[in-house]
């Protein structure tokens, strides 16, 4: 079974001996040393803000569980193919490490959000059990923006676009390398996430 958290296997694989400590997950979107926009932006909030926080969490994503479109691994690696920016061993840590997809046929994205500020997203592959994924925290900006922080990388921030029942993400952080530029569109922004039933 695949389990492995993305988190944790972007982290390891490329915090250590790679040398590249400044790249964070695929979620994170933010560098060890953010820019003074970043910082600005993740800046600790009021606690009179709590209620109107609240409010803008439940408008930017209520709480529920959602899917996004199941997609063909033959696209994403033909993606990776086409990518003159990443050296072999960064492709294949993608496909070994980060998705975990080699031999695989379609993958999938779930994201769960609890209690309005819990954001817990999961990868399928191959129509297998979803992984479990530890919870990150969410905090609203306003009704369209959203805040990721996730325990060991940082935070990131995110537009919130709806139609109909399904939402789509835009990273408005910048990616801090060439792998998390690959990564974090096949995540985030690929696709829009539909409320499952």
């Known amino acids: 079974m695949r389990t492995a958290v ?11 001996p790679v040398g590249l400590v400044a790249v964070l997950v695929a979620a994170c979107g933010t560098s060890t040393a953010p820019s003074a926009a970043s910082s600005a932006a993740v800046a600790p909030v009021p606690s009179t803000a709590t209620a109107s926080m609240a409010a803008a969490t439940a408008s930017a994503i209520p709480d529920g569980r959602y899917a996004s479109a199941k997609r063909q691994v033959a696209d994403i690696l033909a993606r990776l193919e086409k990518d003159t920016t990443l050296s072999t061993s960064e492709k294949k840590a993608v496909i070994d490490e980060i998705f975990d997809i080699r031999g695989a046929k379609n993958y999938r994205i779930f994201v769960d959000v609890r209690s309005g500020n819990q954001f817990i997203l999961s990868q399928q592959v191959d129509d297998q059990q979803p992984s479990q994924e530890v919870p990150w925290t969410l905090t609203p900006v306003d009704a369209r923006t959203i805040i990721l922080r996730i325990p060991c990388c940082g935070a990131t921030v995110y537009e919130v676009k709806w139609a109909d029942k399904s939402f789509t993400m835009t990273a408005l952080s910048p990616a801090s390398s060439t792998v998390e530029t690959f990564v974090r569109p096949i995540i985030f922004e690929d696709g829009p996430f539909t409320r499952e039933p």
């Not at 993305?6 to 250590?16: D, Y």
């Open 6 to 16: 993305i988190a944790t296997r972007w982290l390891q694989r490329f915090a250590g």
